[in-house]
């Protein structure tokens, strides 16, 4: 498979319940995170856009399934940041609900990218996210989001950590660091979305 053009990303949907989403087809990958974690701007990044993925500095301001084509049949989902108190708790209820289907009963997606803030990873709603993907049988790329926010040990100690502490995981998954304003790890993210995508064509 050739090498994708992240820049030509676009807009497609906004879906507040599963059932509004396109037909289960071609392949989705999921950004998700607490609604901290810079998932939008990691996002942005990603396709080198200021403002595909609105940020906020409210958080919690993602309150649909948002979906972007990359290419035909390859798109992104950005779904509702989790963790963020101050959402209404009917609605809060609605996302984890709408979230928890997407990721058992979504055919075409492949696996998630889930955001952590470098220094505050692995949260106990992080976990919960670990295991609903695991409960899916859905591969993880973890990204340790604000890497700027660190000194470069830091960086390296926290990765180690990580790495000691998902080892047991039963499904697929690897970590980066990302920067979104130095654009540090933007290309190792592209090459995993890209090996994602190229394996569906192998299936």
Same mark, same amino acid.
């Given at each position: 498979?050739?090498?994708?053009?992240?820049?030509?990303?676009?807009?497609?949907? #906004?879906?507040?319940?599963?059932? #509004?989403?396109?037909?289960?087809?071609?392949?989705?990958?999921?950004?998700?995170?607490?609604?901290?974690?810079?998932?939008?701007?990691?996002?942005?990044?990603?396709?080198?856009?200021?403002? +595909?993925? /609105?940020?906020?500095?409210?958080?919690?301001?993602?309150?649909?399934?948002?979906?972007?084509?990359?290419?035909?049949?390859?798109?992104?989902?950005? +779904?509702?940041?989790?963790?963020?108190?101050?959402?209404?708790?009917?609605?809060?209820?609605?996302?984890?609900?709408?979230?928890?289907?997407?990721?058992?009963?979504?055919?075409?997606?492949?696996?998630?990218?889930?955001?952590?803030?470098?220094?505050?990873?692995?949260?106990?709603?992080?976990?919960?996210?670990?295991?609903?993907?695991?409960?899916?049988?859905?591969?993880?790329?973890?990204?340790? #989001?604000?890497?700027? /926010?660190?000194?470069?040990?830091?960086? /390296?100690?926290? &990765?180690?950590?990580?790495?000691?502490? +998902?080892?047991? &995981?039963?499904?697929?998954?690897?970590?980066?660091?990302?920067?979104?304003?130095?654009?540090?790890?933007?290309?190792? +993210?592209?090459?995993?979305?890209?090996?994602?995508? #190229?394996?569906?064509?192998?299936?």
């Amino acid at each position: 498979m050739a090498d994708i053009n992240f820049n030509k990303t676009r807009f497609t949907t #906004s879906a507040p319940y599963l059932h #509004s989403l396109p037909p289960d087809q071609g392949m989705e990958i999921a950004f998700a995170g607490r609604s901290n974690a810079g998932k939008s701007s990691a996002l942005n990044a990603l396709v080198n856009r200021k403002s +595909l993925a /609105k940020t906020s500095g409210q958080p919690g301001k993602t309150q649909h399934i948002n979906l972007f084509e990359v290419e035909p049949g390859l798109r992104i989902a950005d +779904l509702p940041g989790y963790g963020y108190a101050k959402v209404p708790p009917r609605e809060k209820k609605r996302w984890e609900q709408e979230m928890t289907k997407y990721i058992l009963q979504r055919n075409c997606l492949k696996g998630l990218v889930l955001l952590m803030d470098i220094r505050h990873p692995l949260t106990d709603l992080d976990r919960a996210m670990i295991d609903l993907a695991v409960r899916g049988d859905r591969e993880i790329h973890f990204i340790l #989001s604000k890497a700027d /926010k660190v000194k470069a040990n830091a960086r /390296k100690k926290t &990765l180690v950590e990580m790495n000691n502490k +998902l080892r047991g &995981l039963t499904v697929p998954w690897s970590i980066q660091t990302l920067s979104s304003v130095k654009k540090e790890g933007v290309k190792e +993210l592209k090459q995993h979305m890209e090996f994602w995508y #190229s394996e569906g064509f192998d299936d």
